[in-house]
């Protein structure tokens, strides 16, 4: 049986310039030519390793939540929910202003406009973004039965104001807000924590 000609790149290093260009692009404004010459392959060899540019989006998402936005499943297993707040949103400045890196969140600035075509990664991010503020859900529930939030406390409603805080922080970065005046800005709300 024949088989295929062996890849001539690195697939995993090809991903990590995928992830580049839709950081700083979004889905929608990352065509496919500036992804395969990112990437440094043939749009051939892109859906051979990959599939469509949807289905190497989703391994690229896949990959910035384990590698930039990592630091949520961390915040998650922190002892308290204060700590697992300040540990979200002190990673969304971290991850939104590094060097060397795009500014901004790609799970934000990707689904911000899209088109017709990008109806189904707006909807990917969506769920991604929720999954996220559910995981933060989940925790302050454990934690308003711990005791460790006063009862009248809405985790929901709580983990709402957190995300909404890390999304700012990420729309802030990637318009060119310094990371020190975003760190000021997370202590603020750190300050309207519930006691």
């Known amino acids: 049986m024949a ?5 001539t790149f690195d697939a995993d290093q090809a991903l990590e310039k995928a ?3 839709f950081w700083r692009q ?14 440094g392959i043939t749009k051939t060899s892109m859906y051979a390793a990959y ?4 289905e190497l989006f989703r391994k690229v998402l896949a990959r910035y939540g384990e590698g930039p936005a990592g630091y949520l499943s961390e915040a998650v297993r922190k002892p308290t929910a204060r700590a697992v707040a300040e540990h979200v949103l002190k990673g969304a400045v971290l991850a939104t202003t590094l060097p060397g890196r795009p500014t901004g969140c790609l799970g934000v600035q ?4 899209p088109g017709e075509p990008g109806g189904a990664v ?14 933060v859900r989940e925790r302050f529930e454990a934690a308003r039965a711990e005791g460790d939030l006063p009862p009248e406390v809405d985790p929901a409603a ?16 990637a318009g060119g807000v310094p990371r020190e005046h975003l760190r000021e800005t997370v202590e603020l709300a750190l300050r309207a924590w519930p006691s």
């Open 3 to 7: 088989r295929g000609r062996p890849r």
């Open 26 to 39: 979004g889905y929608e404004g990352a065509a496919l030519s500036d992804l395969t010459e990112a990437m």
């Open 158 to 173: 709580l983990a709402r104001y957190v995300f909404t805080v890390a999304y700012g922080v990420a729309v802030q970065a």
């Open 19 to 21: 992830l580049d260009v």
């Open 110 to 113: 990707g689904a911000l406009a």
């Open 122 to 135: 707006h909807k990917l991010l969506a769920e991604w973004r929720e999954q996220g503020e559910k995981q």
């Open 51 to 54: 599939g469509n540019k949807e």
